[in-house]
Structures are given as structure tokens and as C-alpha cells.
């Protein structure tokens, strides 16, 4: 007999840049075997394939649209592939995040992305990280989080982050470009980022990374659901 198996949840963490949910989203993949998806490095690598093409968000959407038809952006494991060119540490300039953000209000641009996502998280076993993934990405997804912290703590790690790299950039730069991308990603008409109902809002200005991925863990492994019916079965007779 098969033993009915039920997939394994969906996670989503959404929130504002440098809040922490990337490396939080990762380490939480790892520890339960989940596949990690960065839905906005998708976004990022259109951006590059918009800039390269020399055109503008704010060109015609028609002219955007027919070049993005013919791109193609995928997550193979941890590298992300532009038309089959890995440009994993390409899209993480300044430039590209201004750009992709820009892009990131267009209908044409989510079009594209949004399915791509939904079909990484079909099979489950998944931590999705973006701005909408809990909101219209998986509205079912079985755990959401909402991951947020000061505007002054986002811009250090960000700053940090980019020095460590070697991208030359003040903190004054840095903190202002999260603050415009903040209202840019808050008040676009679609998909804007908001916590979802349901989202377990977690705050990390005070907590370390492993202090936010133990929080997460606890609250995922208190909401996991038996296995299937067998399970249920078990769980009904201990
Ligand atoms: O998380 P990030 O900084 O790599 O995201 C880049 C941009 O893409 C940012 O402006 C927010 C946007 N984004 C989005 O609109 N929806 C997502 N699911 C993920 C990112």
C-alpha cells in the first residue's frame, strides 16, 4: 500500500531591505532541509537584462514586455542564471537595486516573475523570501513570517554588507537609498509590501541571526501538522 504523504509547508518571510531576511531565510532552508528561494534576485536579474538592452522602466511597457518574453531567468541551486550567464554577484549593485526596484511596479515585470516563484514553491519544502511572497505569491503558504527592523540598523547591515565587498558607498547614501526603496516597495499599487494577516511579525533591530532563526524554528516546528493519515492515526491512539 502507498502511504499517502502530505507535502512538506510552505514559509514565506517578507519585510524591508536589510531587515535580515535573507541570511535569516537561508540558515532556516538549511536547518530543515528546505529549498531557499530569493524571489528578488529574479527581479534583480531582470533588471540587468533591461539595463543591458538599454532600456528604461519607464520606457513603453509594450517595447518592455517584447524583450522580456525572450529572457530567461532561473534559480539553478544557489547561482542565478540570465539567459543561461551566471549573474549571481552581478545584480547585488546598488545600481541594480535602484533599477529593480523601479521595475518591480510594472505589470509587465511581475507577470513574468510571479509564476516563476509559484512553481518553485509547488512542490513544497520551500522558504520563500521577498516583499509579496506571503501576500500573493502564497497567500496558502502554511507559516509566514514578517521580518522588520530600524531604518538605522537596516542601513549599518546594508553598509557593512556592501564595504565587506569592496562597493565603495557612505552610510548616508546607503541609508537613504533604503529609506526611497522603503516608499517605493510600500506604495506601488501592485503587490506593495504589507504584512500578511497571518504573518508572524518578528522585529531585529536586538537579536542576533541565530536568535531569529531559533524563533523561527520554534514557531515552524510548533505548527507542523502530522504527516498524513497514519500519522494522525498514531497521534490519535498515543
Ligand atoms: O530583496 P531584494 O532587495 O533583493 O529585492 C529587490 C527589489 O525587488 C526590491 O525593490 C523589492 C522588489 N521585490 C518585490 O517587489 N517582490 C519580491 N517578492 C521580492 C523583491
Known amino acids: 500500500m502507498t502511504e499517502y504523504r502530505r507535502r512538506e509547508p510552505v514559509i514565506t518571510i517578507d519585510g524591508p531591505a536589510g531587515a535580515g531576511k535573507s541570511t535569516a531565510g537561508r540558515r532556516?532552508?538549511?536547518?530543515?532541509?528546505?529549498?531557499?528561494?530569493d524571489t528578488g534576485a529574479l527581479y534583480r536579474a531582470l533588471a540587468v537584462a533591461v539595463e543591458?538592452?538599454?532600456?528604461?522602466?519607464?520606457?513603453?511597457?509594450?517595447?518592455?514586455?517584447?524583450h522580456l518574453e525572450?529572457?530567461?531567468?532561473?534559480?539553478?541551486?544557489?547561482?542565478?542564471?540570465?539567459?543561461?550567464?551566471?549573474?549571481?554577484?552581478?545584480?547585488?549593485t546598488p545600481r541594480i537595486s535602484e533599477l529593480t526596484s523601479r521595475l518591480t511596479r510594472l505589470a509587465t515585470v511581475r507577470a513574468k516573475i510571479t509564476p516563476l516563484q509559484r512553481r518553485a514553491a509547488a512542490t513544497g519544502g520551500v522558504v520563500l523570501e521577498g516583499r509579496d511572497t506571503?501576500?500573493?505569491?502564497?497567500?496558502?503558504?502554511?507559516?509566514k513570517f514578517y521580518m522588520d527592523a530600524r531604518l538605522d540598523e537596516r542601513a549599518r547591515r546594508r553598509?557593512?554588507?556592501?564595504?565587506?565587498?569592496?562597493?565603495p558607498v557612505d552610510f548616508g547614501t546607503v541609508r537613504a537609498e533604503i529609506e526611497a526603496r522603503d516608499t517605493q516597495d510600500t506604495t506601488r499599487a501592485l503587490a506593495p509590501l504589507r504584512k500578511a494577516d497571518t504573518a508572524i511579525e518578528v522585529d531585529t533591530s536586538e537579536l542576533t541571526i541565530e536568535q531569529v532563526v531559533e524563533r523561527m524554528l520554534a514557531e515552524?516546528?510548533?505548527?507542523?501538522?502530522?504527516?498524513?493519515?497514519?500519522?494522525?492515526?498514531?497521534?490519535?491512539?498515543?
Open 70 to 92: 525572450g529572457v530567461d531567468v532561473r534559480l539553478q541551486g544557489d547561482r542565478l542564471l540570465l539567459d543561461g550567464r551566471d549573474v549571481t554577484e552581478e545584480i547585488r
Open 220 to 238: 515552524v516546528v510548533g505548527r507542523r501538522r502530522p504527516a498524513g493519515p497514519r500519522a494522525a492515526r498514531r497521534a490519535g491512539r498515543a
Open 159 to 167: 553598509h557593512a554588507e556592501l564595504r565587506a565587498r569592496g562597493v
Open 52 to 66: 543591458a538592452a538599454g532600456l528604461s522602466p519607464d520606457a513603453d511597457e509594450a517595447k518592455l514586455r517584447a
Open 28 to 37: 532556516l532552508a538549511e536547518r530543515l532541509g528546505y529549498r531557499f528561494i
Open 134 to 143: 506571503g501576500t500573493v505569491v502564497c497567500p496558502d503558504a502554511e507559516v
